[in-house]
């Protein structure tokens, strides 16, 4: 995972980078709740610049998903 | 308590400031509220005696100030507060002058949040300063009908002109629209004003840019907004095979139904999103519902058409509490019958599982309840008044 992303997933879920696992979903992550989530989609706006709509967010469930698309969409 | 803001309204750079002169009562009470009664903030003396120049008003309590301001003025009420970094940089005292300011440095439409950069400066000078991120909740608009205004198309006779009566039974404002017949329209805005309403006419076509942009204009001119948009207005109905038609004549109902309802959206909408209510009723029939009669294909074509855009409308509009709904009647007793014998439309009204035609106030009742604030929640539908005839 790019250091950057693990930095903003790091920050988010109130643990060090290295804590952040290489597979980090809403499935591995103890603390990745709904609010963490709204958190975690508005840090991508902020650090990122990326916009993202409603279908989008509901798809960012996943480090590897958030990567496949920053890699497509950053400004 | 004011209103809830839409969040369509809220932009980034806004700011604002309150002001507010901290006393011992504020002090006192927050200290009697949280349980913080350490001396540094309840003790002149022993405030003085390390070093301070009086007693020290407690960090939270300007954070309490923040909250004020976010509950009551930008983002102001429906605000969910989500998150909140505070740094604070100087002690503030009582007699002190603060400001509260708050201003909006990012709004995220997806996720209906803003960051908020606050700060709160005692005499001038920053004494605590943070980012805020808030969640607005979605709330529902409601205008009262005596301050309604609707616009109804086509809505000088037959059921335009129910829907009319309608709206100002109801003590409603309205627009009436008419293409060519002017007296119609006029002897009906007279009548209505005789009775306290607040009523136009308006001739334009809306089946060009040019008519469907003057009727907007001239209605936001008479009333200052438009709450209801009801797109009646039809071309006279030519029942022929599609073949014995030209594209011209089949693209006059579509410029009509699905032409003068995006048009007058496009100059409406925006103003209905700033306000956070918009209701927008097209008109119908029942001869799109199922295999439409034969010989009536331009005509069922283009209301077909303008069904989808009401679809299409109703998601796209929906995020702004504007709702976009659709009537479809079936025949409907109006002055365009009278020519009809009264053995054919008795044999016609046998069809219908009512056992009768539709009276236009009928179809107007409809139009009214979506038009309405009991009806916010729905969107998208197309409601047959039809007495049975279609399912």
Redesign the interface.
């Known amino acids: 995972m790019r250091d950057d992303l693990r930095r903003v997933l790091a920050d988010v879920f109130e643990l060090s980078p290295a804590e952040i696992p290489d597979d980090a979903s809403t499935e591995t992550l103890a603390n990745w709740d709904s609010?963490r989530q709204?958190?975690l989609?508005?840090a991508l706006?902020?650090d990122f610049g990326v916009?993202?709509?409603?279908e989008?967010?509901l798809e960012l469930t996943s480090a590897e998903a958030i990567e496949a698309y920053l890699e497509q969409h950053r400004a | 308590m004011p209103d809830a803001r839409p969040f369509v309204t809220l932009r980034v750079g806004e700011r604002v400031t309150w002001s507010h002169t901290l006393t011992d009562d504020d002090v006192d009470a927050f200290a009697a509220l949280s349980g913080d009664v350490n001396p540094l903030h309840l003790d002149d003396r022993f405030a003085r005696q390390n070093g301070f120049r009086g007693r020290v008003v407690h960090g939270m309590l300007l954070g309490a100030y923040v909250s004020r301001v976010l509950g009551t003025t930008l983002p102001g009420p429906g605000v969910l507060w989500?998150?909140q970094s505070f740094k604070f940089q100087r002690a503030a005292y009582v007699g002190d002058r603060i400001e509260v300011e708050v201003a909006i440095t990012?709004v995220?439409?997806?996720?209906r949040?803003l960051?908020l950069d606050t700060a709160v400066r005692a005499n001038g000078v920053v004494a605590i300063s943070g980012e805020a991120?808030a969640?607005i909740l979605q709330t529902v608009q409601t205008v009262p009908w005596d301050e309604m205004v609707a616009l109804v198309t086509g809505g000088s006779r037959g059921i335009g002109g129910a829907i009319v009566r309608a709206f100002a039974e109801r003590g409603a404002s309205v627009v009436v629209n008419y293409r060519e017949r002017a007296e119609p329209a006029q002897a009906l805005v007279a009548e209505l004003r005789s009775s306290g309403v607040r009523a136009t006419a308006i001739g334009a076509d809306v089946s060009t840019a040019e008519g469907a942009e003057t009727l907007a204009r001239e209605a936001l001119e008479a009333f200052g907004r438009v709450d209801v948009v009801v797109n009646n207005a039809t071309p006279l109905i030519d029942r022929k095979p599609l073949l014995d038609s030209e594209w011209d004549e089949i693209d006059t109902y579509w410029r009509t139904y699905a032409g003068g309802a995006f048009r007058l959206a496009k100059a409406l909408v925006p103003s209905m999103r700033e306000r956070g209510f918009g209701r927008i009723v097209n008109v119908l029939t029942t001869a799109m519902w199922g295999a439409p009669p034969p010989e009536n294909g331009a005509y069922v074509a283009a209301k077909s058409g303008l069904w989808g855009l009401t679809k299409a409308m109703a998601v796209e509009f929906a995020p702004y509490g504007i709702t976009v709904n659709a009537v479809s009647p079936s025949a409907v007793m109006t002055e365009q019958w009278d020519a009809v014998s009264d053995n054919r439309r008795r044999a016609l009204s046998l069809r219908i599982p009512a056992q009768r035609l539709a009276a236009a106030d009928e179809v107007a009742a409809t139009v009214l309840h979506l038009a309405g604030n009991d009806a916010a929640y729905v969107t998208g539908a197309n409601f047959p008044v039809a007495g049975g005839e279609v399912m």
Do not use: G, I, P, Q
């Open positions: 609010l709204l958190e989609m508005l706006e902020l916009r993202l709509d409603t989008t967010m | 989500l998150a990012h995220s439409e997806a996720l949040t960051v991120k969640m």
